[in-house]
């Protein structure tokens, strides 16, 4: 009888090796299948900016040194804080004074300040009166303007502003 029962053992240890050997097959498909989900789904397409052509240059009105904003081609761009970034020379332009909510192709705007130390603003063209960046020199003055959400350029130029002593 003791014969029958060690027989009896050994062959139902044969059949354990392989349903092991199934599980952890199953187990490591499954971490794996969890792993590269997670890679593939849970990277998005990263944020762009908007593509665009942005041209700067100095523009004098009424004896009062200006910078002018030219939007020649590309993707508009929004024009509220939340969205856009503009600054000249390190110093932040205030967009609530901005005319218009986005600056689409063949669209102008300036940049000025009225006196030295105040905010720079933004103006079109229908709204050039007494305009001027206060303290200008011939040196370049750089003009960025960045995407917020990506935080990525869109425009960075460097204006010579003329000297009006």
Do not use: C, W
């Amino acid at each position: 009888m003791k014969n029958k029962l060690n027989n009896l053992m050994q062959n139902n240890e044969d059949a354990v090796s392989p349903v092991i050997g199934v599980i952890l097959m199953v187990a490591i498909t499954v971490i794996l299948a969890a792993v590269i989900g997670s890679f593939v789904f849970g990277m998005g397409s990263p944020e762009q900016a908007p593509q665009a052509s942005i041209r700067g240059s100095a523009e004098t009105i009424d004896s009062n040194n200006s910078i002018k904003i030219e939007h020649q081609g590309g993707e508009g761009i929004e024009l509220d804080s939340a969205s856009t970034k503009i600054t000249v020379a390190g110093d932040k332009v205030d967009l609530t004074s901005s005319p218009d909510n986005r600056l689409e192709t063949g669209d102008v705007l300036y940049i000025y300040n009225k006196s030295a130390g105040s905010d720079l603003k933004l103006a079109n063209n229908t709204s050039m009166n007494n305009l001027g960046i206060a303290g200008s020199t011939e040196t370049p003055t750089n003009v960025k303007i960045i995407d917020v959400a990506s935080q990525q350029l869109i425009a960075d130029m460097n204006v010579r502003l003329p000297n009006n002593n």
